[in-house]
């Protein structure tokens, strides 16, 4: 693991990349790399399988709803939550070029109803191409060419919740929160990790501990690899989600003894001063 407290050269550059996401969605004019990919057909023409179901109303996500709406009343009967699962499964032939399945998967879970996106288990084609080599001892990282034009998370997942939208006809502009469940990427863990340390802090419960975007420690997490995908899905998608900005950050454990750490994205409109 990477010892960012070893390294003040390392926590310059992520808050430094941090400030320029926040710059970024902040901006007034559209992004620059605003993506192409907004639409559900995309999909499949990039060679993904789709499961879409009724997610399991468990327990997490329970405490999380009853957390940023203690009015609310979530039951197993009256809470619904979509659940959205893709697979880079299939070969298939884009722009004349054959393009090989990479098994990456996308895996989320959506209340448009309560403004929630739940990021559950994510592998993109990057991660799961680069591993098969180096599994295979196989020299070099994979190029551009080698991926399919579908493989970032931020627009997958903005597909599946523009999907879970229009199923339940909600504006997909009602994103108020992005929740990283159980996060296992470890630069990230080894950001967190440094920022308590930084703060002489513990994580605990909800509800956890907060960090407003425009402190060192919220640019840090999110210039982490799950930070980052959420600027860039409010960012590179504003024309359908509306100008929006990551206002703080929240860390949080689901349970005592879980050692697992959660990052739950709160999500502003921005007006442009």
């Not at 009853?66 to 009015?71: G, Q, R, V």
């Not at 070969?91 to 098994?103: A, C, F």
């Not at 551009?144 to 504006?171: K, M, N, T, Y």
């Not at 210039?223 to 504003?238: C, E, F, K, T």
Request: net charge negative.
């Amino acid at each position: 693991m990477m010892q960012l407290g070893c390294q003040d050269t390392v926590w310059a550059d992520t808050t430094r990349k941090g400030e320029s996401l926040v710059r970024m969605m902040r901006a007034n004019a559209l992004c620059e790399s605003e993506s192409a990919i907004s639409e559900l057909s995309e999909l499949e023409k990039w060679g993904y399988t789709s499961d879409e179901s009724h997610a399991e109303f468990v327990p997490f996500y329970r405490m999380v709803l009853e957390a940023l709406n203690p009015n609310g009343q979530f039951t197993d009967e009256d809470t619904v939550i979509r659940g959205r699962t893709n697979y880079h499964a299939k070969v298939v032939s884009v722009g004349g070029k054959e393009y090989q399945p990479s098994y990456a998967c996308f895996e989320q879970a959506f209340s448009p109803k309560e403004a929630v996106m739940f990021a559950l288990y994510n592998r993109s084609p990057f991660h799961m191409i680069q591993r098969v080599a180096h599994h295979n001892s196989i020299v070099g990282t994979p190029t551009h060419d080698d991926l399919p034009g579908l493989r970032h998370w931020s627009d997958v997942a903005f597909i599946q919740w523009l999907s879970c939208c229009r199923e339940e006809r909600i504006s997909p502009t009602n994103l108020k929160y992005v929740c990283r469940c159980s996060v296992e990427n470890l630069a990230t863990l080894d950001i967190i990790h440094e920022i308590l340390c930084r703060k002489n802090l513990d994580i605990t419960v909800w509800p956890g501990v907060s960090f407003d975007a425009n402190t060192e420690e919220g640019m840090a997490l999110l210039a982490s690899p799950n930070g980052s995908g959420v600027a860039y899905l409010l960012s590179q998608h504003r024309a359908e989600l509306g100008h929006k900005v990551v206002e703080r950050i929240t860390v949080f454990r689901e349970h005592e003894d879980v050692a697992s750490r959660n990052l739950l994205f709160h999500i502003v409109d921005y007006t442009p001063k």
